[in-house]
């Protein structure tokens, strides 16, 4: 994602004020000790602490993994018929380490009478359009919540996996920004039977 500025990030844990002690005056202190107090609390600001890209990307890592926790035992605890593995690993994005995704689960799914197509289930902290290109997240809007999004995969030659872009013109099974309808999709890509899909989507 190319910007022109490059961002900062600030602590913005407000410090707590001091406890509250009763103070002699100041200038019944000053005529017993000839000393003026001057405490950091009185008269010097706090300083704002700027945070490191790291330290943003590992916040944000941290905040996603814990969605994408409770998402997997959501999707999980609906029917013991439908079990998904626990595939957890966050990334932001480059220059923008507040804005990332989090891979919740992998699985297979048969589609009609065609051959099982392999897929990944995602949950990001922003909305963006899906692209059909190597820049997959297109029109980046971070004022709108998450995105849940699934997408068909691959194996590459090196053991690595891609989007496979055969499926559906670019590899989308499906997108959403409602975490009801994200958890319904996936149970219906995990539903063993047409009995169970039907209870799905009466949900």
């Known amino acids: 994602m190319n910007t022109k500025t490059k961002l900062r990030y600030y602590d913005a844990k407000v410090p707590k004020p001091p406890a509250a002690q009763a103070k002699p005056a100041a200038h019944s202190e000053f005529l017993r000790t000839g000393r003026i107090a001057r405490e950091q609390s009185d008269w010097v600001e706090s300083e704002r602490r700027y945070l490191t890209y790291e330290e943003v990307m590992a916040r944000t890592e941290r905040k996603l993994s814990a969605a994408g926790e409770k998402t997997h035992e959501r999707i999980n605890g609906f029917h013991r018929s439908i079990h998904f593995p626990k595939v957890l690993f966050s990334r932001t994005l480059n220059e923008r380490p507040h804005l990332g995704y989090c891979h919740v689960t992998a699985a297979r799914t048969l589609f009609g009478r065609n051959k099982p197509i392999t897929w990944s289930f995602y949950i990001c902290n922003f909305v963006s359009e899906i692209g059909e290109t190597d820049d997959f997240f297109q029109q980046i809007r971070t004022g709108y919540g998450r995105m849940y999004f699934a997408v068909a995969t691959e194996a590459e030659a090196k053991g690595e996996t891609r989007i496979n872009r055969a499926v559906r013109g670019n ?33």
């Open 171 to 203: 590899g989308l099974l499906f997108r959403t920004s409602d975490p009801m309808a994200a958890l319904k999709n996936v149970l219906m890509l995990g539903a063993p039977d047409k009995t169970l899909r039907e209870i799905i989507a009466k949900l």
